[in-house]
């Protein structure tokens, strides 16, 4: 019985690997390819498998990028918090977590995730995976900013809980908000081409 057990546990263990490198290579693709061109095979081969391998773990193309939506969705809520605990204390803490905000909103996970929005919009039974995964995103993420802003919603203006050492947030609108993100980070919002200065500046 033991050397049966013994040769099962490897071979769960490559599975597991194999089913994670599948799901790896399905967000890679979305990221870089888009969605239509994320086909099984496509992953399969970014993954270093067979497309027999890939089927095995997942048989159908919607139930591949179903299990990545679920992936994308824990990784994305995983980046946050491993990011925002390594983030500095003191004057810089408020821009470090613009920074690591940011960062979250313009990194791979959600260009994939982004991917998988714009087919959702055309497919209701996508829909109806995408809605609540997001809405889980949305939620951690504004309870984790909340917490390292140290910032009661609770009081009018949104001081920290103490009080001590925290200054109110302002009240801005979104898009200044995602200016000063974005400036935070010299990132140019995505529809907009970065040209040298004295020329006219072209929408993509």
Same mark, same amino acid.
């Given at each position: 019985?033991?050397?049966?057990?013994?040769?099962?546990?490897?071979?769960?263990?490559?599975?597991? /690997?194999?089913?994670?490198?599948?799901?790896?290579?399905?967000?890679?693709?979305?990221?870089?390819?888009?969605?239509?061109? %994320?086909?099984?095979?496509?992953?399969?081969?970014?993954?270093?498998?067979?497309?027999?391998?890939?089927? $095995?773990?997942?048989? !159908?193309?919607?139930?591949?990028?179903?299990? %990545?939506?679920?992936?994308?969705?824990?990784?994305?809520?995983?980046?946050?918090?491993?990011?925002?605990?390594?983030?500095?204390? +003191? /004057?810089?803490?408020?821009?470090?977590?613009?920074?690591?905000?940011? +960062?979250?909103?313009?990194?791979?996970?959600?260009?994939?995730? /982004?991917?998988?929005?714009?087919?959702? %919009?055309?497919?209701?039974?996508?829909?109806?995976?995408?809605?609540?995964?997001?809405?889980?995103? %949305?939620?951690?993420?504004?309870?984790?900013?909340? $917490?390292?802003?140290?910032?009661?919603? +609770?009081?009018?203006? +949104? !001081?920290?809980?103490?009080?001590?050492?925290?200054?109110?947030?302002?009240?801005?609108?979104?898009?200044?908000?995602?200016?000063?993100?974005?400036?935070?980070?010299?990132?140019?919002?995505?529809?907009?081409?970065?040209?040298?200065?004295?020329?006219?500046?072209?929408?993509?």
């Amino acid at each position: 019985m033991g050397a049966v057990a013994a040769t099962r546990e490897p071979r769960q263990d490559r599975s597991r /690997a194999t089913r994670q490198r599948l799901l790896e290579a399905a967000v890679d693709c979305l990221a870089e390819l888009g969605w239509a061109r %994320a086909t099984v095979a496509v992953v399969a081969e970014r993954a270093g498998v067979s497309r027999g391998a890939a089927q $095995h773990h997942f048989p !159908t193309r919607e139930a591949l990028f179903t299990a %990545a939506l679920e992936y994308m969705a824990a990784e994305r809520i995983a980046e946050v918090r491993r990011c925002g605990a390594a983030l500095p204390a +003191g /004057a810089r803490h408020t821009e470090a977590v613009v920074e690591m905000l940011v +960062g979250v909103y313009v990194g791979p996970l959600f260009r994939a995730a /982004a991917q998988v929005w714009v087919q959702a %919009a055309a497919d209701e039974a996508l829909r109806t995976l995408v809605v609540p995964l997001e809405a889980r995103m %949305a939620r951690e993420t504004h309870t984790i900013a909340v $917490h390292l802003l140290g910032v009661d919603e +609770g009081r009018p203006g +949104g !001081t920290g809980s103490s009080g001590a050492g925290r200054r109110s947030l302002p009240t801005r609108s979104p898009d200044a908000d995602c200016s000063t993100a974005l400036a935070y980070r010299r990132i140019p919002p995505p529809h907009v081409r970065v040209i040298p200065p004295g020329s006219s500046v072209g929408w993509l």
